[in-house]
């Protein structure tokens, strides 16, 4: 819309990563470069973790394209994958015939799967396997990657694995069932926010790579407020600055003012992200890759007197993420106050404590479920069975940074030949709103093929 009011040939703030966006301020650059040097010459796993919205699904498509050619890249960006589809994804993308299902068949195709790895290492290639969204995957998953890093040759591994996840990637590392994965873990990567400085340098690269020229088109003033409201997280960044872009538009400006900035943030419903504090201070890259290559120029990490900042005590609506006008909460929800789901922060305690949270969540989305108008619509985000009740929790724990926290619900159903647990979002007045909504959804929601429905389906007969 405002293209051509400031001389640019595409839009300069869209959230899907594009390489050509990639800005390589912020450490990114040299992140990315030692990256490349540990796939290159290190064997173990590498781990990058960050708040969500700092850039590791853009860091790991760059890395795609950087990788030297004796590395061959396979990028994954569906986590909620069991064992056997995680194989059957690397047997497609290495062209290995396809086997049965049954688990005769899952352990020829793991055996053809080493095979073309022997001959991609024979034909002096390596894969280079790199996994998004790490955080999310189920532990059955996370240990047939771990399975996975043990192949290879009389001399070298087989497979190079990245995993790119939020910071409970971190905390499921520290599981004890998790111990022999992180003990295969080499090199730890941080992604940081970006510093303010930074935001301003970012917001002017982006508004260049899409094809403006002329003097700085944010001034201080915005800039300082987008960067404050943003935490400097850059798909925040990008929504903020996109809204307010069209705000100076709408004016008939050349130039985006404070006021445009706090125009955007009313928009988007976003409020400034504080700083975490009293965590201790850590170092963003391993300290061997630092003495491997200071040498050569890189600098690789910085110390921070906290690490990444923590998440609005609101998180940010969907809509705010993907960019798009905020959908209004539904004017008439059919459940009262006193019956809005229970928070999910979960205990950072045994495993045991962790069905309480969702229990309490199931009994209040039963309540609605029972007492909601059967011709008013929802969203479904996700449907596993129900012995997997630990990924349906992963699942909140992050939905929850990216949608309303009030209007997330659960349900299970009854048949006890194939029951179900699924995450259910909203309370709309028809499938036209609901739809607006679904449309509206973050990229990693959308993956799993979320579906409009009515409350009465619900509903047993």
């Known amino acids: 819309m405002y293209l051509e009011h400031f001389g640019l040939r595409e839009t300069p703030f869209r959230i899907t990563p594009h390489a050509d966006f990639f800005f390589g301020g912020a450490n990114r650059s040299a992140l990315l470069e030692a990256l490349v040097h540990a796939l290159s010459h290190e064997e173990g796993l590498i781990k990058i973790s960050g708040e969500v919205g700092t850039g590791k699904t853009m860091l790991a498509r760059v890395l795609t394209e950087r990788l030297p050619g004796h590395l061959r890249a396979i990028y994954l960006a569906d986590p909620l994958m069991n064992r056997g589809e995680l194989l059957a994804v690397l047997a497609d993308e290495l062209q290995c015939p396809r086997t049965d299902g049954t688990d005769a068949g899952a352990h020829r195709l793991l055996r053809t799967v080493q095979e073309a790895l022997v ?49 409970e990637l971190d905390d499921l590392l520290a599981r004890p069932d998790m111990r022999q994965l992180k003990d295969r873990i080499t090199q730890h990567f941080r992604l940081d926010p970006m510093q303010p400085a930074e935001v301003v340098t970012y917001m002017d ?10 003097p700085p088109v944010f001034e201080a003033a915005a800039s300082a407020r987008i960067a404050r409201d943003a935490g400097g997280l850059t798909r925040r960044v990008n929504v903020l600055a996109d809204k307010a872009l069209l705000s100076a538009f709408a004016r008939g400006a050349h130039a985006v003012t404070a006021a445009d900035a706090a125009r955007a943030a009313a928009d988007t419903q976003m409020r400034a992200r504080r700083p975490a504090a009293g965590r201790p201070a850590r170092i963003t890259v391993g300290a061997l890759l630092v003495a491997l290559l200071l040498g050569a120029g890189f600098l690789l990490g910085r110390f921070s007197s906290a690490p990444a900042a923590a998440v609005d005590a609101a998180p940010a609506t969907a809509e705010a993420l993907a960019g798009t006008p905020a959908m209004q909460a539904p004017a008439d929800p059919a459940p009262a106050a006193a019956n809005a789901p229970p928070s999910l922060a979960m205990p950072a305690s045994a495993a045991d404590d962790d069905a309480d949270p969702l229990q309490r969540l199931l009994a209040t989305s039963r309540e609605w479920t029972r007492s909601a108008p059967g011709e008013r619509w929802f969203i479904q985000l996700m449907s596993v069975p129900a012995a997997q009740s630990d990924n349906v ?34 309370d709309f007045a028809d499938q036209r709103s609901a739809l607006q909504a679904l449309a509206a959804l973050p990229d990693w929601i959308t993956r799993s093929r979320p579906i409009a429905r009515q409350v009465r389906s619900l509903r047993q007969p």
Not at 205 to 214: D, E
Not at 403 to 426: E, H, M, S
């Open 119 to 167: 001959a991609e290492f024979a034909a002096g290639r390596q894969v280079a396997l790199l996994i998004d969204e790490a955080h999310a995957m189920p532990a059955e998953t996370l240990e047939q990657i771990r399975l996975l890093s043990n192949l290879e040759s009389e001399r070298h591994k087989l497979i190079k694995i990245v995993l790119f996840g939020q910071p």
């Open 393 to 426: 929790l992963t699942y909140l724990r992050r939905a929850r940074r990216s949608l309303d926290p009030q209007w997330l619900r659960t349900y299970r159903t009854d048949d006890p030949a194939d029951a179900q647990l699924a995450v259910i979002y909203g």
């Open 205 to 214: 690269f982006r508004m260049r790579a899409a094809g403006y020229r002329g």
